[in-house]
């Protein structure tokens, strides 16, 4: 599939199409590392498009993994604190080492962590596959690291399987405790309640304080990946993702 470049431009960042004309005409794309000044000029998804520094990768869709940093939102735009956007924005795509690309004009994060919360985060422009996964009768499995303010034993792993009135209608689903040390464990659960993780030690006396996603729908968060790092998923977790 073939596209004029200034068509290319516009669908894959934020710019209008009048703006990404006049940014190709005043001499600030190149492709394939040459500078192009004719928008009408074709260019398709094997070609290295940039625009003042920042590549442009032109794809149906866009995939990311980030290990979402503690003190960030999980929003796309917020007024006052940082975004997991701004954490794209600003970082490099750990596969490959380059520069942050025009992000996708609809990247969102995959659901939600709270701020305090780090790890794994999905996200992508893909509306279809994102509603899919998301979907609460899914059922899809969210691994969390936990630590704990006290002692975690057999009977807290007992009543977790069994499902915790957190003071909504229904209990908890079942969820699967590994205890890892006395104040730590991995805990997977597979609903998106609010703040479910920290209501559910709540309800057996315990507080969270520490949170970290660890895997989620069957993708682990790549452990080489330190905290507010992000890099594109490769084709196999793509395919994967689509064919859940
Ligand atoms: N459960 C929580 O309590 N917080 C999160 O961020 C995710 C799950």
Request: hydrophobic share 35%.
């Amino acid at each position: 599939m073939s596209v004029r470049l200034d068509k290319y431009i516009s669908d894959f960042t934020d710019m209008t199409r009048s703006q990404a004309k006049k940014a190709v005409r005043d001499g600030k794309v190149s492709v394939n590392g040459e500078v192009v000044t004719k928008g009408d000029e074709k260019v398709s998804f094997s070609d290295s498009v940039f625009l003042g520094g920042l590549e442009i990768r032109g794809a149906d869709y866009q995939y990311m993994m980030m290990n979402k940093p503690s003190g960030v939102v999980s929003a796309t735009v917020d007024g006052e604190h940082k975004t997991v956007l701004d954490c794209v924005r600003s970082g490099v795509d750990q596969s490959s080492g380059s520069p942050p690309p025009y992000v996708a004009k609809d990247l969102f994060p995959m659901g939600r962590l709270d701020k305090d919360t780090e790890g794994l985060l999905i996200l992508t422009d893909d509306g279809p596959l994102a509603h899919r996964i998301l979907s609460p009768g899914r059922h899809v499995p969210k691994k969390y690291y936990v630590e704990l303010d006290a002692a975690v034993d057999e009977k807290d792993m007992e009543k977790m399987r069994s499902g915790i009135d957190i003071g909504e209608k229904r209990l908890t689903k079942p969820a699967k405790m590994e205890i890892l040390t006395e104040h730590s464990c991995y805990l997977t659960i597979s609903e998106g309640r609010f703040h479910q993780v920290k209501r559910m030690f709540g309800c057996l006396g315990k507080r969270v304080v520490a949170l970290k996603r660890v895997e989620m729908a069957g993708l682990e968060l790549d452990p080489s990946l330190a905290a507010g790092e992000w890099r594109f998923l490769t084709e196999e977790e793509i395919a994967y993702l689509k064919g859940i």
